[in-house]
């Protein structure tokens, strides 16, 4: 059987390039809820519940319906949603432009390998292309926008993950078959979409999403790790390295 070429990585954003959940997103959400004088409070612990729906307007919205029912929905509702999420994206870009949410392990190594090896980047996420500009631009270099040759964000598509949408789009664009791109994700609603894709996917773990289901993940790791910094491998395929590096990916792509 002909060893398949690995042609692209599809990044997820939050969590997985960086821990951007907890002390980013949820604390911009809790900053536009007082801004509009609204008496909502999103803890670490309900936030973590609400991360069960992708999209911040969703997550919103499944807040009311959920946590929040006695709360007078205004006749525009989609419009409240709409403006309160907007007000979220504004503090979330000033809070990442702190620089106090990190990379997480081997992120910039791996996106340089593959920068270096001619292995083409995308991104697939739900959150706004706003928000991934400014998480790149803070974290990597303005210039690393242009790294990615396609960047699939937020309401680009109509149904976001679970569904596979996102990772459909990002992958005609590309113009590859999915055999030939590797997904990193982070969550269960992450690698339902990926995998509904028909991607193989490399989940790295978090505080969030530690006890969620990843049955079908090629590979499922604390972190992608560096030569210096090994990752604890939690299930799936075992790299021949302590850490996940392009050649990695290839035997993935060919297991």
Request: hydrophobic fraction near 40%; charged fraction near 25%; include cysteine.
């Amino acid at each position: 059987m002909a060893e398949k070429e690995l042609k692209a990585l599809i990044f997820d954003v939050d969590g997985t390039i960086a821990d951007t959940e907890r002390d980013g997103h949820r604390v911009a959400f809790n900053l536009a809820f007082d801004e509009l004088g609204l008496d909502w409070s999103w803890s670490v612990e309900l936030y973590g519940k609400l991360l069960s729906v992708t999209g911040g307007k969703e997550r919103i919205r499944y807040y009311l319906e959920c946590f929040n029912q006695e709360f007078k929905k205004p006749d525009d509702l989609d419009g409240f949603i709409a403006k309160l999420h907007q007000l979220k994206t504004q503090h979330y870009t000033d809070l990442m432009s702190k620089g106090d949410i990190p990379l997480r392990p081997g992120v910039e190594r791996l996106l340089n390998e593959a920068r270096e090896q001619g292995i083409r980047l995308a991104i697939a996420t739900t959150t706004t292309p706003k928000n991934v500009e400014v998480l790149l631009t803070q974290l990597l270099g303005a210039e690393s926008l242009t790294w990615f040759d396609v960047i699939a964000a937020g309401d680009i598509v109509s149904s976001k993950k679970p569904a596979s949408a996102i990772y459909d789009y990002a992958i005609k664009e590309l113009g590859l078959d999915a055999s030939e791109c590797l997904a990193l994700e982070d969550s269960h609603n992450g690698i339902l979409s990926s995998m509904a894709a028909d991607l193989k996917t490399i989940v790295t773990i978090n505080e969030y999403t530690k006890d969620h289901d990843f049955t079908g993940a090629s590979l499922v790791l604390n972190h992608l790790g560096e030569p210096k910094e090994a990752n604890t491998v939690i299930s799936g395929y075992q790299c021949t390295s302590n850490y996940v590096d392009i050649n990695c990916c290839r035997e993935i792509v060919n297991k």
